[in-house]
Nanobody, 128 residues
Framework: QVHLVESGGGSVQTGGSHMLSCGAV??????????MAWFRQSPGGEREAVAG???????SYADSVKGRFTISQDKAKNTVYLRMTSMKPEDTAMYYC????????????????????WGQGTQVTVSS
């Protein structure tokens, strides 16, 4: 019922900046979108949480990106953004938008199983 669409993937140089966006559509008025987040996964790695933001604007970050990445949201547009700066080759990954939706609300987590909807993924590649 809920669909997430990421955009903004591409290639950037080491030390450069890039922006991703994700829009959520298709949920009914009984649903509460209480958390949106970004995860990433490299070919040889696990899917890991990068950043999350709750409906009140509270944000959290993985230690590997803290101080370099910023998550933000436009609640009126049901859209979340990820601003990435000072990028490193190890940031290369498939980036996934995730949303947690329920009639009762809830709190953000960094566990894959706690998210009810996922985008298709968008590739970000950082060149040395």
């Amino acid at each position: 019922q809920v669909h997430l669409v990421e955009s903004g993937g591409g290639s950037v140089q080491t030390g450069g900046s890039h922006m991703l966006s994700c829009g959520a559509v298709g949920y009914n008025n009984r649903d509460i979108l209480y958390c949106m987040a970004w995860f990433r996964q490299s070919p040889g790695g696990e899917r890991e949480a990068v950043a999350g933001i709750d409906s009140d604007g509270g944000d959290s970050y993985a230690d590997s990106v803290k101080g370099r990445f910023t998550i933000s949201q436009d609640k009126a547009k049901n859209t979340v953004y990820l601003r990435m700066t000072s990028m490193k080759p190890e940031d290369t990954a498939m980036y996934y938008c995730a949303a947690a939706v329920s009639p009762w609300g809830g709190t953000c987590s960094d566990e894959v199983a706690d998210f009810t909807h996922w985008g298709q993924g968008t590739q970000v590649t950082v060149s040395s």
